[in-house]
Nanobody, 129 residues
Framework: QAPLVESGGGSVQAGGSLRLSCAAS????????MGWFRQAPGKEREGVAA????????YYANSVKARFTISQDNAKNTVYLQMNDLKPEDTAMYYC??????????????????????WGQGILVNVSS
């Protein structure tokens, strides 16, 4: 089983909403920092949102605060990214990532691609104007 499997991407008009899901194995999910990154063509991969599945730490990039919400379902070993009021600049490949070494507040403090061991295959979000 792949450690992380994303779903829920697609195309939407500006102002619309999408919800991404990231299903993890129990081993990958438990007490891990799980987050969403995105990468637009010609740009570096950037962090969008992250949470510590053990509880108590959530992080958002400034560009998505008040529009995106990250949440978890412990029964399903799944992390979600609810994206509202989408803008064309949100268009990118979105990747789910996880790492068990970033515990608690470290999850937000070290939220960078190089810190994450496990990655999903990526899923496209396309927002048209």
């Amino acid at each position: 089983q792949a450690p992380l499997v994303e779903s829920g991407g697609g195309s939407v008009q500006a102002g619309g909403s999408l919800r991404l899901s990231c299903a993890a194995s129990e081993y990958t999910y438990r007490d891990s920092c799980m987050g969403w990154f995105r990468q637009a063509p010609g740009k570096e991969r950037e962090g969008v949102a992250a949470l510590y599945t053990g509880g108590g730490s959530i992080y958002y990039a400034n560009s998505v605060k008040a529009r995106f919400t990250i949440s978890q379902d412990n029964a399903k070993n799944t992390v979600y990214l609810q994206m509202n009021d989408l803008k064309p600049e949100d268009t990118a490949m979105y990747y789910c990532a996880a790492d068990s070494s970033l515990v608690g507040s470290l999850c937000g403090s070290y939220f960078a691609p190089s810190q994450f061991r496990y990655w999903g295959q990526g899923i496209l979000v396309n927002v048209s104007s």
